[in-house]
């Protein structure tokens, strides 16, 4: 387990406010070896975790009196943090193990965002939309947010896919879930696809509920990638652990780069079979939303509401003007506003 050794260590981590010496140990306990292990421990492990607190205790009492320093972070400590450090300077594993089965190791414990490139990369400020930035799509977001909701109940809820124009706030509307109380987002990236299985592993053991984040999907049927994700949707024995749920955003309806025309009737079974597996992976998803492109009148609404203001007649032919090489969009909304 590797402990901080001099106050310069202490730079590189995210501290909370209080005494550092005492949550950068909380945090490399989090951290361990043995950390995973510990969320389903045996008598062995149990007894190693005692060995490490006792090592621990021992060199936070020695940083703090040879570096007595003040608070350097300046946000507030996590639960996590907090019964980590009691169950280092109660020396007490068990403890230790009950705070890691209620909230995980680090990073899980401490953050909620998190991009996975084959690498899992925690989000310590992610960029959030505001609320009611999204105008037009009342009822899409509404399906989507209840969608979710019953999800981080513990009810039955459904992988979700939203499609439409580009610039509609498909991925804003995604990105707002990570509002809702005890949400956890995890964004992956397309060449990260391969490994899916081994993120979902470890999401599996954890006590939250992920929503697992999949921006701008457009597969080849002839990529490994798509095969991974039809077989995690619904099509192999062990699919998503119960713990996540897949959130899609896609320009197109069935998610993939169309090989070619629609197979005409009378055609070999083999085009229709070729068709079919590229409509596979949509159809795997239980809930789609569709994103319609914005008309004229949603467009000129959308640039109001980030003004804060009604539109002059002056105003609202610029924003037209605007709109012409970009076309009606929340997006372009956005931008026209921001460039008044």
């Not at 090592?55 to 400590?77: I, K, T, V, W």
Request: glycine share 6%.
């Amino acid at each position: 387990m590797e402990l901080p050794q001099s106050p310069l260590d202490l730079l590189s981590l995210d501290l909370p406010q209080g005494e550092p010496w005492g949550y950068a140990l909380a945090q490399a306990l989090l951290k361990a070896p043995w950390a995973w292990r510990a969320l389903r421990p045996t008598p062995g492990l149990l007894d190693l975790i005692r060995l490490d607190l006792e090592e621990a205790f021992l060199r936070l009492q020695e940083r703090r009196a040879s570096f007595p320093l003040g608070s350097l972070g300046e946000r507030p400590p996590t639960p996590a943090e907090e019964e980590a450090l009691e169950a280092l300077l109660a020396r007490d594993p068990e403890a230790l193990v009950r705070v890691l089965r209620a909230h995980g190791p680090w990073p899980f414990a401490l953050y909620r965002a998190f991009r996975f490139d084959g690498a899992l990369r925690p989000l310590p400020h992610p960029r959030l939309p505001k609320e009611g930035e999204l105008l037009g799509y009342e009822g899409q977001l509404k399906a989507l947010r209840e969608n979710a909701e019953r999800f981080l109940s513990g009810r039955p809820a459904l992988h979700t896919l939203l499609y439409g124009a580009r610039g509609t706030g498909k991925s804003t509307a995604a990105k707002s879930l990570l509002h809702l109380p005890e949400a956890r987002m995890v964004e992956v990236e397309k060449g990260a696809l391969f490994r899916l299985e081994e993120l979902l592993e470890r999401l599996s053991l954890l006590p939250h509920r992920f929503f697992l984040f999949l921006d701008d999907l457009s597969l080849d049927p002839e990529d490994e990638a798509f095969h991974h994700l039809k077989a995690l949707l619904e099509g192999s024995l062990e699919g998503p652990p119960e713990n996540v749920l897949l959130l899609a955003t896609s320009n197109r309806r069935h998610l993939v780069r169309r090989l070619g025309e629609n197979p005409l009737p009378g055609e070999a079974p083999e085009a229709w079979d070729a068709l079919q597996e590229e409509l596979a992976l949509a159809e795997r998803f239980g809930l789609v939303l569709t994103f319609p492109p914005f008309d004229k009148a949603l467009f000129l609404r959308a640039v109001a509401h980030h003004l804060g203001r009604p539109l002059t007649q002056e105003e609202e032919a610029e924003a037209l003007r605007f709109a012409l090489s970009r076309g009606f969009s929340g997006r372009a909304a956005r931008q026209f506003a921001q460039s008044c």
